[in-house]
Structures are given as C-alpha cells and as structure tokens.
C-alpha cells in the first residue's frame, strides 16, 4: 500500500479526511505538536509532499527549502544546507503501528524527492522527552545525526538527516 498525496482541494472535498488527519495528528501531539484545522490546511498546501494512508492510519508532511514555513526546526536545517526536504511530522496511528506504514511513506517521499533532484531528507526526533521508537526507526532508515537543540522549555531534539543514493 503506497501513500496518496494530498492537496487542498482534497482536503476541501472532504471534511472528514480533513477532521481525522487532525485527530490522528493530535493524538500524538506530544511528539508533533497540536495543530488546528486552519494550520494543517496551510501546512498541507505548502507542503513539499503531503502524503497519507487511506483510513486515516499514517500522515506524512514535509518542506523543502524554500518553503514559507515557520518552525524553528525547519529554519535549522535552512540555515545549514543550501537544498533539501524537511520531514515536519509522520504520525501512525497506534492501531495501526508495526505495519510498516510509516516505512512505505518514507520511501514514496524519497521516490518524490529523488525525481525533483533532492539529495538530503532531513527530521528531528525529541530526545527530551525521548521518543526510542522514532530513535530506532530513524535509525533503520539510514539517518545520521547532525546536530541537537533546545527549541523549547523542556524539550530537546536531535537534528538527523539522510543522503539519497
């Protein structure tokens, strides 16, 4: 099962989908961040790739360099390297986890930005409060530590990046 892309007309055509790619985001906002409905729509149309599983189980969003996008996290990663795409947030839903989704997303993203001449997919993980699953998974997908910050109170994260073959 390969992820489908979304855009804002989608998301205009289907209140639903809209309503419960929040709801799966923000079920885990510990790790993502809350987003309001108003934001993931902006988010999505800026988005570099925007993909999700069908039934609401995985969302995937992403940046690339030149995106009007705003988080700190982002901006790190523009403020070192001249080209790549962000990956702002992949969320599982946790009936759905081990099923290899978040996987598949991956690599549809890497399809993507490899045919539009990327060459480094970058993330962060929390380390404060950790996440050893996002640790691990990032870990078996190939990337690499590049660096760490405290962007907030109680939080640190460390910066990760990947190179396309």
């Known amino acids: 099962m390969t992820g489908l892309?979304?855009?804002?007309?989608?998301?205009?055509?289907?209140?639903?989908?809209?309503?419960?790619l929040v709801a799966l985001n923000n079920r885990s906002a510990v790790e993502t961040s809350l987003l309001e409905p108003e934001r993931f729509e902006h988010m999505v149309a800026?988005?570099?790739?925007?993909?999700?599983?069908?039934d609401v189980r995985a969302l995937l969003i992403t940046f690339d360099q030149s995106a009007d996008y705003d988080s700190p996290n982002f901006l790190w990663f523009r403020?070192?390297?001249?080209?790549?795409?962000?990956?702002?947030?992949?969320?599982?839903?946790?009936a759905a986890r081990g099923l290899g989704l978040a996987r598949k997303l991956?690599?549809?993203?890497?399809?993507?930005a490899h045919a539009a001449g990327h060459d480094l997919i970058a993330c962060e993980v929390n380390s404060q409060p950790p996440?050893?699953?996002?640790?691990a998974f990032h870990a078996a997908m190939g990337f690499a530590e590049a660096g760490s910050a405290?962007?907030?109170?109680?939080?640190t994260v460390r910066y990760l990046t990947r190179t396309l073959g």
């Open 79 to 94: 403020d070192r390297f001249a080209r790549f795409v962000y990956i702002d947030r992949i969320v599982v839903d946790e």
């Open 131 to 135: 996440n050893p699953g996002s640790d």
């Open 5 to 20: 892309r979304l855009d804002r007309a989608a998301l205009d055509s289907d209140p639903a989908l809209r309503k419960g």
């Open 150 to 155: 405290s962007p907030a109170p109680g939080k």
């Open 106 to 112: 991956y690599e549809q993203l890497f399809d993507l």
């Open 46 to 54: 800026g988005a570099f790739a925007a993909l999700h599983v069908p």
